[in-house]
């Protein structure tokens, strides 16, 4: 009888081991069949700087003289050429007729005049004074020769949220970026309440543009990730598209406008018309932004600031009804001061500048 009760006994016990081992090597294989066909890894986030000082707009607004003659030297059509062109009144050889615009040989010249600083404000008419410039606060905001100069110093935008989904909504939101060498990484934050959305774009410095090689769409029910090789694009879904030039993506878009806008490779004037690839989990489109006008933002920490309105137009095969419209502010290193997000008529999401840090 001891016999039997102590086969009784041990039979359970193995059987418990048994189904132990077994959903062990079930859990295994799950998670390798996640990993294998689910697609790739989730992106690992780069490690936040250390942000040193805040940017400030420059006080009073004055014309972008800085950007405007690295601008002239690699683009002649700027849009702050007809103001610098006064600037060479002052040499002897500057004829006393001011050029038109469409001269750039007039405005390359306004460097040799650099080390002598000239009274732009005085010198300038009543209607520069709309266009600010980039902030003194950060070298990094003045291009120079060397295209790898041009990228502002890593940076984080803070913004103050507010919205209607169901109800008002209040919350916090980011847009940061950061460099290792040649590489980059764009990330933008959500937070509305408990609920957190990121969008994180990692790739490479490409001379003058970004060059993304992945992207990645984080929301509290699911992680959607685009691959983008030299040549194609890798869809959440396993779908191959053409990668077109000088794509970007939703966080990297908001970067690689700031850049072109402070280098001079798009204009950033009212009218303007701002074509841009974007890569998405559902596809690759393009968009085009029409700058519609400039405005002026009372802003919770950093005053009364003077931005220019991008509004996208109507795309022909949209992927969802989110839209977003982005204002960029010349005097804060063309940084992208105001976003608003649209979702359908029913919800809307509206990121006013509270902050800008940098390291």
């Given at each position: 009888m001891a016999g039997l009760e102590r086969l009784s006994v041990r039979r359970p016990?193995?059987?418990?081991?048994?189904?132990?081992?077994?959903?062990?090597l079930h859990s295994w294989v799950l998670r390798?069949?996640?990993?294998?066909?689910?697609?790739?890894?989730?992106?690992?986030?780069?490690?936040?700087?250390?942000?040193?000082?805040?940017?400030?707009?420059?006080?009073?607004p004055a014309v972008d003289e800085a950007n405007a003659r690295a601008q002239t030297a690699r683009k002649p059509?700027?849009?702050?050429?007809?103001?610098?062109?006064?600037?060479?009144?002052?040499?002897?050889?500057?004829?006393?007729?001011?050029?038109?615009?469409?001269?750039?040989?007039?405005?390359?010249?306004?460097?040799?005049?650099?080390?002598a600083p000239a009274p732009a404000p005085e010198a300038a008419p009543a209607a520069s004074a709309?266009?600010?410039?980039?902030a003194a606060a950060s070298s990094?905001?003045?291009?120079?020769?060397?295209?790898?100069?041009?990228?502002p110093a890593d940076t984080r935008v803070s913004y103050k949220l507010t919205g209607y989904f169901r109800g008002d909504l209040i919350g916090d939101a980011r847009v940061q970026w950061q460099r290792q060498?040649?590489?980059?990484?764009?990330?933008?934050?959500?937070?509305?309440?408990?609920?957190?959305?990121?969008?994180?774009?990692?790739?490479?410095?490409?001379?003058?543009?970004l060059s993304p090689r992945a992207y990645q769409e984080s929301s509290p029910n699911r992680t959607r990730v685009v691959q983008l090789g030299p040549e194609n694009v890798v869809l959440n879904d396993g779908r191959t598209v053409e990668r077109p030039p000088s794509v970007q993506d939703t966080a990297s878009q908001f970067v690689e406008l700031g850049h072109r806008f402070a280098t001079g490779?798009?204009?950033?004037?009212?009218?303007?018309?701002?074509?841009?690839w974007l890569a998405r989990p559902g596809g690759v489109d393009q968009w085009t932004y029409d700058v519609i006008g400039r405005e002026m933002l009372v802003t919770p920490q950093l005053g009364?600031?003077?931005?220019?309105?991008?509004?996208?137009?109507?795309?022909?095969?949209?992927?969802?009804?989110?839209?977003?419209?982005?204002?960029?502010?010349?005097?804060?290193?063309?940084?992208?001061?105001?976003?608003r997000l649209n979702v359908g008529t029913e919800a809307w999401a509206d990121l006013m500048v509270d902050r800008i840090e940098q390291r």
């Open positions: 016990i193995r059987f418990a081991a048994i189904v132990a081992v077994v959903l062990a390798w069949a996640d990993e294998a066909l689910g697609g790739p890894p989730p992106l690992q986030a780069m490690a936040d700087p250390m942000f040193t000082r805040v940017l400030q707009p420059e006080t009073p059509n700027t849009i702050t050429a007809a103001k610098v062109v006064r600037k060479p009144r002052r040499a002897a050889s500057a004829p006393q007729p001011a050029p038109p615009p469409t001269q750039p040989q007039v405005v390359a010249s306004a460097p040799a005049s650099a080390p709309a266009q600010p410039a980039v990094a905001s003045a291009p120079v020769a060397s295209n790898a100069d041009t990228w060498g040649d590489r980059y990484q764009a990330r933008v934050d959500l937070d509305v309440g408990i609920l957190r959305y990121t969008f994180l774009s990692q790739g490479d410095v490409a001379g003058d543009s490779k798009d204009k950033l004037v009212p009218g303007a018309v701002v074509p841009i009364t600031i003077e931005a220019f309105h991008l509004k996208p137009r109507p795309i022909a095969n949209p992927r969802g009804n989110i839209t977003a419209e982005i204002w960029f502010a010349p005097s804060l290193q063309y940084m992208p001061v105001r976003v």
